[in-house]
């Protein structure tokens, strides 16, 4: 059967891409054939990722960028679209949780500035790195932009400040969907649920719970139908589908790679 994910002569970057989600997909598409650059504050897990890109025999680029720096990320989208040569495809990974404890991101006592940094972190620099990225798609007329959201995207019972901006990238990737389409650029957002990542701390998690990491585990996994924590792997492959000519008629969808997260 002829392989519809095709991204030959494509180039992307993929924020937050030394590591977990990020490197999968990454790695996914440039199986499929693109050249790609991944961006994070650490060198030596962006140099590694690179490093396995070019073992696939695509170009790979390492850019240093901290998404929480607005002039940074403007100047990574273009540094990387500089080493690129242009740039088809953006994918917003970057995210995660800032907190000095859990305590600052009690629900009813958030703490108000890492209730700022984390709506920055999850939906405000994917807003920059988008608005950098976007002429050089509207010039070619052709772009493709993945946002990755979050189970607690559609549903709640997630951080505060975490919840509420995953639920905006919602509302922000439908908005740009409806204006970016006569540019031929499509704008999507992949949602994982719980996944086997570093960012994914259960000692944490069960300190802001107040049950035990192996409670904590169990929990999760009991909040799929498939009762299990997803793989980074398994996000690499639908990124690189709604990155190609195949899922041209994809655009402003929210789409689940979660083992059927709260359905």
């Not at 095709?6 to 050249?35: F, P």
């Not at 540094?79 to 800032?98: F, M, P, Q």
């Not at 799929?224 to 990124?239: F, K, W, Y």
């Given at each position: 059967?002829?392989?519809?994910?095709?991204?030959?002569?494509?180039?992307?970057?993929?924020?937050?891409?030394?590591?977990?989600?990020?490197?999968?997909m990454?790695l996914?598409?440039?199986?499929?054939?693109a050249?790609?650059a991944?961006?994070?504050?650490?060198m030596?897990?962006?140099?590694?990722?690179a490093?396995?890109?070019?073992?696939?025999?695509?170009?790979?680029?390492?850019?240093a960028m901290?998404?929480?720096?607005?002039?940074?990320?403007?100047?990574g989208?273009?540094?990387?679209?500089?080493?690129?040569?242009?740039?088809?495809?953006?994918?917003?990974?970057?995210?995660?949780?800032?907190?000095e404890?859990?305590?600052?991101?009690d629900?009813?006592?958030?703490?108000?500035?890492?209730f700022?940094?984390?709506?920055?972190l999850?939906?405000?620099?994917?807003f920059?790195?988008?608005?950098?990225?976007?002429?050089?798609?509207?010039?070619?007329?052709?772009?493709?932009?993945?946002s990755?959201?979050?189970?607690?995207?559609?549903?709640?019972?997630g951080?505060?400040?975490y919840?509420?901006?995953?639920?905006?990238?919602?509302g922000?990737?439908?908005?740009?969907?409806?204006?970016?389409?006569?540019?031929?650029?499509n704008?999507?957002?992949?949602?994982?649920?719980?996944?086997?990542?570093?960012?994914?701390?259960w000692?944490?998690?069960?300190?802001?719970m107040g049950v035990s990491?192996?409670?904590?585990?169990?929990?999760?996994?009991?909040?799929?139908?498939?009762?299990r924590?997803?793989?980074?792997?398994?996000?690499?492959?639908?990124?690189?589908?709604?990155?190609?000519?195949?899922?041209?008629?994809?655009?402003?969808?929210v789409?689940?790679?979660?083992?059927?997260?709260m359905?």
């Amino acid at each position: 059967m002829k392989n519809i994910i095709n991204l030959t002569g494509r180039r992307a970057l993929v924020t937050g891409g030394g590591r977990g989600i990020g490197r999968s997909m990454a790695l996914a598409m440039a199986d499929a054939g693109a050249d790609v650059a991944v961006s994070s504050r650490s060198m030596s897990e962006l140099e590694a990722v690179a490093g396995e890109i070019k073992a696939r025999g695509q170009r790979g680029f390492a850019v240093a960028m901290d998404v929480m720096s607005r002039e940074q990320i403007t100047a990574g989208v273009n540094e990387a679209a500089r080493k690129l040569g242009g740039l088809d495809i953006l994918v917003n990974n970057a995210g995660g949780l800032v907190a000095e404890g859990p305590d600052q991101l009690d629900h009813l006592k958030h703490d108000p500035k890492a209730f700022e940094d984390n709506l920055f972190l999850n939906l405000t620099q994917a807003f920059y790195a988008t608005h950098a990225a976007l002429p050089y798609m509207m010039k070619q007329k052709w772009g493709r932009i993945i946002s990755i959201g979050s189970g607690y995207a559609k549903n709640g019972g997630g951080p505060l400040a975490y919840s509420a901006a995953k639920h905006g990238l919602i509302g922000f990737t439908r908005s740009l969907a409806h204006a970016a389409a006569p540019y031929g650029i499509n704008v999507n957002v992949l949602c994982p649920g719980w996944t086997n990542t570093k960012l994914v701390d259960w000692n944490v998690l069960g300190a802001m719970m107040g049950v035990s990491p192996e409670e904590a585990k169990r929990g999760a996994e009991s909040q799929n139908i498939q009762r299990r924590i997803v793989e980074p792997d398994e996000l690499g492959p639908m990124a690189a589908l709604l990155a190609s000519d195949a899922a041209g008629a994809i655009t402003g969808q929210v789409i689940s790679v979660d083992g059927g997260f709260m359905v």
